[in-house]
C-alpha cells in the first residue's frame, strides 16, 4: 500500500492505494477525526446498465463502475490560488480525474471531477459526484454529530437549522441502515427551500466540515451510515432526484459542478468565518467589492414598480441629498401599464417618461449619482410580440411544448439567437441609455430543465445553466466597470456559481422592517457582507425608532435605500443622512473583516439578535431588541477586551442604551429600553 498527502498549515488530506490499486481519502480533516478504515470511491459514479452493487434504498452508493475505478498516476502543481491535485483514475469503460484546488492562507479546497468514456459506446451517467467523504465522525455519530442546515425562503432568506441526526431521522439501527439526510434542489431558482451549503459538525472533536455547492441550477447532497461511520456525498443534478441523464459518447469529457469545502477548528460560526473567506478569494475582482458605494432603488416600499419621470424626480433630488450614490430605477420602466407577461423586449414607455428614459437618466446623473436600470433578461412574457417571433428552440421545451412557468417563458441561452437578443439589450442599456448600474432580477422556476437538444431535461437544463455563466462572463469582460446586482425574487438564486461574479446581491423581498431585521443579521452567513444587499425602507408615517431599525439592518452590509424619501419629516430624514454618511466613514473596512454572531445564529423567533464584523482590534456590532421583556443582554465578544478597550454607540446620535464592557467574562452588557429598537456599536481595543 501506498499513500498520497498534502499538509497545509491549517489543512491536511491523505489518501491510501492499496495493493490492488483502489484509492480512497483516509484523512480529510483540521481535527482528530479516525483514519477510514473502508476503501470508499473517491468518485462515485454510476451507468445505466450497471450494478449498483449495494444494499443502499435511496442512497447514491455502491456505483458502478465509480467503485471499481482504480489508481492510475497523480501530479501535484501550483497555480495562482494555491497548490492543485489532480488524481486519474481507470477502468474498464471510463477515465476519470479527481481535482481539489486548495487556497494557499486557508483551510479550504475546491473540489470537482472529470469524466472520459474510454470505451467505443456511449455510456449514459445516471450519478457522478463532486464530492464523496466517508468517516466524518470521530466517535459515536449518533451523539456528537450536529447538522447546521441553512433554510432559505422567500421572505426568510438565510435561517440555519441545527439538529443532531437522530432528530433529522437518522437513527443508528446496525453497522449501517438504508436512510440518509438528502437535501435537494431542482430547478432554475437554485436556492429555494434550501441554501447549496451545510456544516457538520463533530462535537467530540470540536471540528467542523463546511461544503458549498457551485452551481446555478438541480443539485443534491446526502449523509448516511456505512460501517458504522459516516460519509457525505455531492453532486449537481442527478437522475433520481433532478431528472439529469446524460449519454456521454466515445472520448467526450463531463465534468462534475464544483464544490468548496472548508476545514476548522470549532463549531458552526468558525465554519462560517473561514466561508466567507474562502468566498472572498474566489470573487471576481471588481471596485464594486472595494468601494461599496449606496444604491437607492425605487422599488421596495416606494413605486412598487410604476415609475415615471414626474415620480421620479423628487425621489433623484431626496436620494442625492441622503448621501446615495447610485440611483436604480426598477420594474416597470419597460411598459406603458400592467407589465408582468408583457417583458422581452426591454424598450422604455414613452408613457412613463414622454421626454424618453434619458430624461430621468441624465438627471440622475446631474445629481452625481450614477444611474441604474432593472432586467430579467432570462424570460419573455407570453404577451411579448418578440415571443412571437423567436423559433421555439430559443425556450425551454418539455413534451414538446414551450415551458409557462408564471406567465413567462423561460429562454434557453444555450441558442445563438438568445444571446444575440441579450447582447443587444445589454449594448442598448449600457451604450444608449447610458446605465453604471443593472439589477438583473429572476422570477420564475422553470423547472427541471428543456428536452431540446438534450438526453433529458436535467442535461438540458445543465446545458443552459453554463451557456448563462459563461453569457455573464462575457458580459462583464465587455462591460468590466458595470455593476450586476443578482437577484431571484430576492434570495432565491443567492448561489456561488453566480456569485463568484457577481459583485452584490439582492439578499430578500422582506417587505417589513422587523422581520428584516433576522434576514440582516443571517445574511453574511449566505453571501459576503459587501455582496449582501439588505433594503432600508422607512414608511411615510412612523417614528424615530422605525428609521434607527431600518438603518441598522443594512449598515454592516450593503445598504439598498428606498422608501417615499420625499414624505419622511425633516427628523427622520435625517437619521438615514446621519447613518449614510457615518457608512461611509467605515465601509472600506467591511471587506476585510470577519462575520460573528455573538448570540448564535439568528431566527424569527430570537427576542435578540446580534451581528458583528471583527478584526484584530476593532469590532463593529449591530444589535436589535425584538419582541421580549429583557431589556438588557449580555454579549460574548470575539475580541479580547481590558481595561482600555472601548465601546460606544455609534448610530443613532440620540442614543438612550446603557452598556458596560465585563473584563473579566470578556462580554458587553447592553441595555436597549423599548422594544423593537436597534443600535450600532462600535468597539476597539487599541
Known sequence: MSRIEIKKKNFF???????DGIIYIEQFTSGNIEKAREAFPLIQIHVSGYNQNDHHARKHTGSEPGSSLHYASHRCYETHFGTKLEISLKGDSIRATWHMQHFEGLSSVRIWSEILNDSSEALGLEYVSSLAL?????????????LHIPHNNWYGEAQWKSSILPELGLEKVNRFSLDRISIDNTGTWSTIGHLPCAVFEDSASNSSLFWQIEHNGSWQWEIGDYQDHLYLQVSGPTENESSWWKALQPGERFISVPVGVSLVKGGLQEALKEANRYRRKSLRSHQDNVTLPVIFNDYMNCLSGDPTTQKLLPLIDAAAEAGCEYFCIDCGWYSDGPWWDGVG???????????GIREP????????????????????????????????ECFFLRHGKRVIDHQRYQLDFRHPLVQEHADRVMARLVDEYGVHYIKMDYNINAGSGTEYQADSFGEGLLQHNRAYLAWLKKTFDRYPQLIIENCGSGGLRMDYALLQHHSIQSV?????????????????????????????YPLREGDKEDVVMNMVNCMLLRIHQSGHLT????????LIKEGIALYKTY???????????????????????????HSKNEMWL??????????????????FIDENTTLNCAYPHFDSSSYTLNTQNNCAEITLHKKYTARLFHLNTE
Not at 345 to 355: A, V, Y
Not at 365 to 391: D, N, R, T, Y
Not at 588 to 609: A, E, Q, R, T, V
Not at 622 to 639: F, G, K, S, Y
Open 508 to 536: 430578500t423581498d422582506q417587505t417589513n422592517y422587523r422581520l428584516m431585521a433576522t434576514i440582516a443579521a443571517a445574511a453574511a452567513s449566505a453571501v459576503t457582507p459587501e455582496q449582501a444587499a439588505i433594503w432600508s
Open 587 to 613: 465601509r472600506k473596512h467591511i471587506p476585510l473583516m470577519d462575520p460573528c454572531w455573538p448570540l448564535g445564529m439568528p431566527s424569527f423567533s430570537s427576542p435578540w439578535l446580534a451581528f458583528g464584523l
Open 134 to 146: 466517508f468517516t466524518l465522525n470521530s466517535t459515536s455519530w449518533e451523539k456528537n454529530s450536529i
Open 567 to 574: 414624505e419622511l419629516s425633516h427628523e427622520r430624514l435625517s
Open 622 to 639: 449591530a444589535l436589535w431588541r425584538m419582541d421580549t421583556e429583557q431589556e438588557t443582554i449580555t454579549l460574548p465578544l470575539p475580541l
Open 13 to 19: 488530506i491523505s489518501f491510501q492505494i492499496k495493493d
Open 345 to 355: 423586449e426591454w424598450l422604455p414607455s414613452l408613457i412613463r417618461f414622454p421626454g
Open 361 to 392: 437618466i441624465d438627471y440622475i446623473l446631474s445629481k452625481g449619482m450614477k444611474p441604474g436600470l432593472w432586467l430579467e433578461i432570462e424570460v419573455m412574457g407570453i404577451a411579448c410580440p418578440l415571443a412571437a417571433q423567436l423559433p421555439k
